[in-house]
């Protein structure tokens, strides 16, 4: 092994660590009251290090957020929707799946630890879902569309933190429905049944 490669695996390896003490401080504190020591004295790294890859506690929180959301789109890139341009069951299903492999991070963002920055990063993806389905309905406006997205995005966002919260009882499958009947056909389509499978 040559030295860039040794120095390339050293530099993952402190980035690592750094990342995982950094949560793990997160989950016992808001990120307001987390300072760079803390985190150093956890990872066994000096501050010199530390600042060799991050300006503050808030880059740090930064890149880790768009590390997890350039895998999102990534992972949705991997997948079709259906020929109206909307998600499909099949696809929102590994979309919860996804979720639920990346649970931790996804609900320690999601969580009040931290800023609001991830949570709108998400909203924006459910944006481009929402508007593309609400455009083949032909509704009299814009205006009446982004009303319907701002509705449903947050109402999706809500439904995953809970299910988070709740240890993701209910199986994928049941809440990838749940969301398609809730945003295609609105509270109508479950007032006469029950909003899970029994």
């Not at 660590?17 to 985190?39: A, D, N």
């Not at 808030?58 to 959301?69: A, F, G, P």
């Not at 079709?80 to 320690?108: H, M, N, P, Q, W």
Request: hydrophobic share 35%; aromatic share 10%.
């Amino acid at each position: 092994m040559d030295k860039t490669s040794k120095m390339d695996r050293r530099v993952k390896y402190t980035k690592m660590v750094i990342k995982e003490s950094f949560i793990k401080l997160l989950h016992e504190k808001p990120i307001t009251k987390i300072t760079i020591r803390e985190i150093c004295d956890l990872s066994d790294v000096n501050r010199t290090t530390f600042y060799a890859h991050y300006h503050d506690q808030y880059d740090l929180l930064r890149q880790l957020q768009n590390e997890l959301m350039t895998e999102i789109v990534s992972y949705l890139n991997q997948h079709t929707t259906d020929r109206a341009g909307t998600v499909s069951a099949e696809t929102l299903e590994e979309i919860f799946s996804y979720i639920k492999e990346k649970a931790e991070i996804c609900s320690l963002f999601l969580s009040d630890n931290v800023d609001t920055n991830f949570e709108n990063q998400v909203i924006k993806l459910f944006h481009e879902w929402c508007i593309s389905t609400w455009a083949s309905k032909r509704l009299n406006s814009k205006l009446d569309m982004e009303y319907i997205y701002t509705f449903s995005a947050y109402g999706c966002i809500g439904v995953i933190k809970k299910w988070l919260d709740e240890g993701m009882v209910k199986p994928t499958g049941e809440m990838a429905d749940f969301i398609i009947k809730m945003t295609s056909q609105g509270l109508g389509s479950l007032s006469q049944q029950s909003i899970f499978h029994t």
